[in-house]
């Protein structure tokens, strides 16, 4: 391992951090299973009080905390097999509620297609029992990967305390990790970075309304998570155990393990996200090495930090990932016999909005004339390019979900669509692009937060989809 030249890779990244006057910036820490060997820290913890940005500086670590779940759940012997037997994925095997491949929709995209913004402040109780009310799953169990907050959240809920209580004797305690899980992005954690994010050109603090569970809820430094590397690298953790490559019931290897991923160089890691916070913990175990990052900026890219890191130590070119050939034809495209859409934009995937190309949304196509064909999600899928058409006057009226008090409303003039939905200072006004006579794709922003999503028009009603929630159906009214 060149751990200069990895260093070198690492000064570099925080370099553009740095070369920002008072601007938010982040850590990179590398490491063996012994020791660090080296760091790099560029910009500020907080804006407001110009505190730089240290290893020892806290961050939200946004969704690497899955692996501490997943770890608990291993520690306390948890058969993977069990059905959750609760809420949403009351039939969905444990395992499969943590490897993605659940299909077990996801509460905070839910619960945005309805109109409920991001920054709403929800309790853990009330996102449990919304869990509870919703009906039916993205797709049947162990048929596809698709990534999901809920079964991480669904499970914590379920021990009921048990986690804690295993995390902080099991880990936390014997690997001296001053890690916390604050519920709400109010509570007060001492030497927190406030996540920062770009509107309109200057810096803002980011703000998240809902209970922070499990699924990425836990707060420390760089150095915090790299002892936990360390402790994953020496066998004091289960890597090897949250690392096993899963399976779909067909048989076939997914790349996503539990609360883990496999990629490139032969790393497995795993990366987080919340508003202003960005995450990765990057090991690669036959070398027994990691990388860390932490940063408190929106527009950091935490995965490519830490691939360019990785290929430094290892002497060879910095990999990518997802990627598609340049033959493939930018545009909008429709599956058939399903309601999703598919984007081709830079050479890139996007599947209803999200990035296809990592472990968790695999995408593998080529081109047949017009038509994409291939793999998206570890699902054989037949995509067509969407031609612009004008709204069916059949779209208009009023659609309503009762067991989940939602509703919203379809306006057509003029062979143009509207979605309208909530109310008072929460109402808002969607523009519709017919892809073909039965879908429409909508995107919508909300602060620093964007989504794209699908309305399918169909039975008599119409469904809501979007990467992460495909089973909101509403009647006509």
Known sequence: MDWQAGLAAARQAAAKWQAEEGAPGGAILLFDARETRGSACGGLADPGWRIPFATETKSRYASVSKQFLAAC????????????????????????????????????????????????GLSRAALVDFSRR????????????????????????????????????????????DLVLPEDEAVVVPGLA??????????????????????????????????????????????????????????????????????????????????????YLLLMPE???????????????????????AAALRGVPTPTEGKLPDSHPEGLYVAEGEPLWLE?????????????????????????????VGEVGQVRR?????????????????????????????????????LTRGAGPLRSVIDLQPLHPGLALARHGEGAWTMSFAVAFEDGGARLVSNRSRMLRFARA
């Open 73 to 120: 759940v291993l520690a306390l012997g948890i058969d993977l097999a069990a059905p959750l037997g609760f809420g949403a994925g009351d039939a969905v095997p444990i395992g499969r509620a943590l490897d993605m491949t659940g299909g077990l929709p996801d509460v905070m995209e839910s619960y945005w297609l309805l109109g409920v913004p991001p920054s709403t």
């Open 134 to 177: 919703m009906e039916g799953l993205n797709f049947v169990p162990g048929t596809e990967i698709s990534y999901s907050n809920t079964g991480y959240r669904l499970l914590q809920a379920k021990l009921a305390g048990a986690y804690e209580e295993t995390l902080a004797q099991r880990f936390l305690r014997p690997l001296g990790l």
């Open 194 to 279: 406030r996540g920062m994010v770009q509107v309109n050109g200057h810096w803002e603090y980011g703000r998240y309304g809902p209970h922070i569970s499990a699924s990425g809820g836990l707060a420390g430094s760089a150095l915090d998570l790299a002892r936990w590397g360390q402790a994953l690298l020496r066998g004091e953790a289960p890597l090897a155990a949250l690392s096993a490559t899963r399976h779909l019931a067909d048989g076939r290897a997914t790349a996503y393990g539990l609360g883990f991923a496999h990629g490139p160089l032969g790393t497995v890691g795993h990366g987080g996200s919340l508003p202003g916070y960005k995450s």
């Open 287 to 309: 070398e027994a090495a990691g990388v860390v990052v932490l940063s408190n900026r929106e527009d950091t890219d935490p995965h490519a930090v830490v691939l360019s890191v």
């Open 344 to 372: 081709v934009r830079d050479c890139h995937a996007f599947l209803l909005g999200a990035l296809a190309g990592s472990a968790h949304l695999p995408v593998a196509l080529g081109v047949e004339g017009e038509t994409l």
């Open 382 to 418: 037949r995509f067509r390019r969407a031609a612009p058409l004008p709204a069916p006057p059949g779209w208009e009226g009023r659609y309503v979900h009762k067991d989940l008090d939602a509703a919203f409303d379809v306006a057509v003039q003029g062979g143009k669509a509207m």
